[in-house]
């Protein structure tokens, strides 16, 4: 099976080097910077119709009336199926697919009866086992005319390609994180495309890499060894992604789940780190687990689909989450023996409401496996003690859900930590309960030393996390607008924010692997300051240590500058946080009165927040004169859900907030501040965002 999607080959080049949100814009940006004149107005579906019916069987078109002219590349267009329906309601008998109908199950609102037929003409394009030859050929005719309308800027692709490879220190490794007996940490190599998983022995607190001179061939660590090379499982694949990697809990195994195929279903394997044997976890009863797989001569179907999964509270046993038709995941499993010639699967657990998404977890201090079930509006959590996960695994549940109460569930020293918005808070509350089970009725606010609440749920800061160690909690959320670290002392009850020095930046809580830590890691970035980790002792918080910063070839952060703005909305009550950075010669032109380009990007949907952080795709623009800005819209959550939810953020009836910020973002540097005009100024929105 080949399977094909609509990419731009400089795009899908540059894919390895490009995290998060794609906010470059390369297409867009050197579009702008060429002045490229190849993109015309697609014609209507009637005009081309009627000159070409053919057409419509998907094959990119070019014209052109003389010599003297230039080439019209014309976008493929795909069929209308106009009798092609869903179906809003009640499905009769005669409905192909029953699957189309979408309600939850504990709805109390009655479903349409008669149904309403609803047009879907192009819902013959929705192919989930890639193997529609008409769907093929349709993508294969897009990347066909999306090569040929960009072939004139391939010369600038391949500059701005070897600019971005020169500031990416490729062979370096991340910060190093003990767990047990041993520092874990992962290596990237230049010129390979994927990552390696190491370990090395800790001989003591600190580890200590200054042995190491960057070459690719040494050792970071004293005693290194890699456990699991991703770019030896990607030898001989056309594609291969490592979903999660997990150690077990005595470390002589490592679990990972890998998709060989780009379909999203991932295979779970578990490799001996004394022996190096590598087994595959197979289905042990297909009839009992997931819908029947579609025959595939390139997949074993006998092969065990997961997409999340935990090791148990030993060696023994491992918790993996299974997915439906949808691609949903749907079920929890318990595979108790997973290593001997007898597994035992039991099924812990099944979500039969479409609308929920499940996932598994594990409590940090091992003690709990967590089952979440969620929609964007409401969720459960169901536990189960791993103490007696081997004798009597019995799941139980936090507290059952309610209309639209969104709940997360951590434990420490038989506690639950509940970060929630029950009572239709704005933002989510920090409250703590016994660990038990149906305890809705037992959860209380967490408070400080004062008796005051230090999460209630307001609009002043946002609560997104909590992480349980033995003394601390650390707790991770936003206030004005910028993410922000909390360190809560459990037994004194005082909690104090962590400071940093610049105005704008993204900051967050690194990977921890151990309850009994007596210090936190924090990684830390801004739009000028390129990632660090810092360590912060938790017996003094100012006692703080720069464990690794990230080497940015040929940067100089004195050469560039950045701000942070608030640009009023339309509504006369909204400010829109504006993040911008800039060579410093670039400013002195605006200053003196010179409009210069100006790349402007925005997302706004999910309540995904865009931070305002480091980025090294950005310097070639930057490096050319462009101000680049991230205009923070409602929609996402950089002002906590309150600028995301109705009946002022960014949602449902609420969408047009969204789009009317990012243009008053727009107008505002050029008809306030004047700093570009409509014809330097590009726009990047993507996905569900402003695109």
């Keep these: 099976m080949n ?32 002045g490229a004149h190849a993109f015309v107005p697609r014609p209507s579906l009637a005009a081309v119709h009627s000159s070409n019916p053919s057409f419509f069987q998907m094959t990119a078109h070019s014209t052109s009336t ?26 009769p008998p005669t409905a192909a697919d029953r699957s189309l109908l979408r309600q939850a199950n504990d709805s109390v609102e009655p479903l349409l009866d008669p149904p309403r037929p609803i047009p879907d003409p192009y819902g013959w394009l929705r192919d989930d086992e890639r193997k529609d030859p008409e769907v093929i050929r349709h993508l294969e005719a897009e990347n066909e005319y999306s090569r040929a309308v960009t072939s004139h800027l391939l010369p600038l692709q391949e500059t701005l390609y070897k600019e971005f490879l020169s500031s990416i220190q490729e062979t370096d490794y991340t910060t190093p994180r003990p767990r047990g007996d041993y520092w874990y940490y992962t290596r990237t190599y230049q010129g390979s495309s994927y990552n390696t998983y190491c370990r090395a022995p800790k001989t003591s607190s600190e580890f200590d890499a200054k042995g190491w001179d960057g070459n690719k061939e040494k050792s970071v660590l004293d005693g290194e060894v890699t456990y699991l090379d991703v770019n030896v499982l990607a030898e001989g ?18 679990a990972y789940s ?28 297909p009839d009992n687990h997931d819908a029947e797989q579609t025959c595939d001569e390139e997949k074993d179907t006998n092969l065990l689909e997961i997409d999340n999964f935990v090791w148990g509270k030993d060696d023994d046993t491992l918790y993996y989450v299974t997915m439906d038709e949808q691609h949903r995941p749907y079920r929890l499993f318990q595979r108790r023996n997973w290593h001997h010639s007898t597994p035992v699967d039991t099924l812990l657990k099944e979500e039969k409401d479409d609308l929920f998404w499940c996932s598994v977890s594990k409590s940090l201090d091992g003690e709990y496996i967590f089952f979440d079930m969620a929609s964007k ?37 038989g506690h639950w930590y509940i970060v929630t918005n029950v009572g239709n808070s704005p933002n989510m509350k920090l409250m703590t309960s016994p660990a038990t089970h149906n305890s809705e009725d037992q959860w209380t606010l967490v408070l ?25 909690l650390v707790l991770e959320g936003r206030e004005g607008g910028i993410p922000r670290v909390w360190l809560y002392e459990i037994e004194s009850k005082i909690s104090k924010r962590l400071e940093f020095d610049e105005t704008a930046y993204d900051v967050g809580l690194g990977a921890h692997y151990e309850s009994d830590a007596t210090s936190v890691v924090v990684t830390y970035d801004s739009m000028l300051t390129p990632p660090s980790s810092i360590e912060i002792d938790l017996g003094d918080y100012d006692e703080r240590k720069v464990l690794k910063a990230k080497a940015v070839p040929g940067y100089d952060k004195e050469l560039f500058g950045c701000d942070r703005l608030e640009v009023p909305s339309r509504d ?38 865009i931070e305002s952080d480091f980025g090294i795709t950005r310097l070639p623009l930057l490096n050319r004169g462009m101000i680049y800005a991230i205009a923070h819209i409602r929609g996402g959550g950089e002002m906590g859900r309150q600028w995301y939810e109705e009946p002022c953020g960014g949602k449902y009836m609420c969408k047009k907030n969204t789009f009317n910020d990012f243009v008053d973002v727009a107008r505002f540097f050029v008809e306030d501040r004047k700093w ?15 695109s």
């Design 3 to 34: 399977s094909v999607t609509p990419t731009y080959s400089f795009l899908s080049k540059f894919s390895r080097f490009h995290h998060q949100h794609s906010r470059c814009g390369f297409l867009l940006t050197t579009l702008l910077v060429s």
């Design 66 to 91: 003389s010599a003297s002219t230039r080439t019209i590349h014309v976008p493929p267009v795909p069929r209308r199926d106009e009798e092609r329906v869903v179906y809003a309601g009640v499905l």
């Design 237 to 254: 694949k056309a594609f291969c992604d490592v979903g999660s990697v997990k150690v077990s809990p005595s470390h002589k195994y490592v």
């Design 258 to 285: 890998v998709d060989y195929l780009g379909d999203e279903k991932y295979e779970l394997h578990v490799r001996n780190l004394e022996s190096g044997e590598d087994v595959v976890l197979e289905k042990l009863h």
């Design 377 to 413: 509006e409401t969720s459960e959590v169901w536990f189960l003690a791993t103490e007696t996960e081997s004798s009597s695994p019995e799941i139980k549940c936090v507290a059952p859900r309610r209309n639209k109460v969104l709940y997360e569930v951590e434990h420490g020293k």
């Design 448 to 472: 400080d030393s004062q008796n005051i609440s230090i999460f209630d749920g307001s609009i002043s800061k946002a609560l997104d996390s909590v992480t349980v160690l033995n003394t601390h």
């Design 572 to 609: 006369g009550k909204t400010h829109i946080p504006v993040s911008i950075v800039y060579r410093r010669d670039t400013m002195d032109k605006v200053k003196s009165g010179e409009s210069v380009p100006l790349h402007l990007y925005g997302y706004g949907s999910y309540g995904a927040c």
């Design 676 to 690: 570009t005009t409509p014809e330097k100024l590009s726009c990047e929105g993507r996905s569900a965002g402003v």
